[in-house]
């Protein structure tokens, strides 16, 4: 079965860039997307199919896809953004996650 | 709007069974394919099963092939989760999800309910 992996915790100053990995066996020929979770609340998504920004999503978040690695990238880290985040494929059929990342905004 | 709500969860012992429901409203429910995730305590997000739109085809993560069954009634506009032989490893958060075709992401999700599964 097809794995992905991700960093448990990032951290990131107030107002820098912060960058969150996923990686899993030749993701860059996959669809790659990215899910926000706060406490307590159900997932957001952020990123779709690579680099693709849902309606109300900061353009301060974006991503890319290619060979081994995608990534989430946020700028301008806010306190807000603070929150645990997912990246998801299809593999056959089947949606496989991330084991997830926590981000820290220092 | 789109809106996903669930419900059925609550406390069962180990080996019994529970049905989720998820009600949904906002979109044509005939025309997406749904999804249960679930999530146990601090832990991450795990993928359980989907169900295409007109339930022609039905996947189930390992874990709970053989105990969870997926169904749907796009007439209600519901999608559902049977559970038997539940575990105390099934115990999580549940949250129903809609996608569409191959390489679509979830991008609606309800607010999830809890299954715990305890003696």
């Known amino acids: 079965s097809y794995e992905l992996t991700q960093p448990l915790s990032v951290s990131v100053a107030l107002g820098q860039t912060a960058r969150i990995t996923c990686g899993g066996n030749n993701i860059g020929s996959k669809n790659v997307h990215w899910y926000q979770q706060k406490p307590g609340q159900a997932p957001v998504l952020v990123i779709y199919r690579d680099s693709n920004r849902p309606s109300g999503i900061p353009e301060r978040f974006s991503g890319s896809n290619s060979g081994n690695t995608a990534t989430l990238t946020i700028s301008r880290a806010q306190a807000g953004d603070e929150a645990d985040y997912y990246c998801q494929v299809w593999d056959s059929s089947t949606r496989v996650f991330g084991g997830g990342t926590k981000l820290t905004v220092l | 709007e789109v809106q996903l709500v669930e419900s059925g969860g609550g406390l069962v012992k180990p080996g019994g069974s529970l049905r989720l429901s998820c009600a949904a409203s906002?979109?044509?429910?005939?025309?997406?394919?749904m999804n249960w995730v679930r999530q146990a305590p601090g832990k991450g997000l795990e993928w359980v099963s989907s169900?295409?739109?007109?339930?022609?085809?039905?996947y189930y993560a390992d874990s709970v092939k053989g105990r969870f069954t997926i169904s749907r009634d796009n007439a209600k506009n519901s999608l559902y989760l049977q559970m038997n032989s539940l575990r105390a490893e099934d115990t999580a958060v549940y949250y129903c999800?809609?996608?569409?075709?191959?390489?679509?992401?979830?991008?609606?999700w309800g607010q999830g309910t809890l299954v715990t599964v305890s003696s």
């Open positions: 999800a809609r996608d569409s075709d191959s390489g679509w992401p979830l991008d609606y």
């Open positions: 906002g979109f044509t429910f005939s025309s997406y394919s």
């Open positions: 169900i295409s739109s007109s339930s022609s085809y039905i």
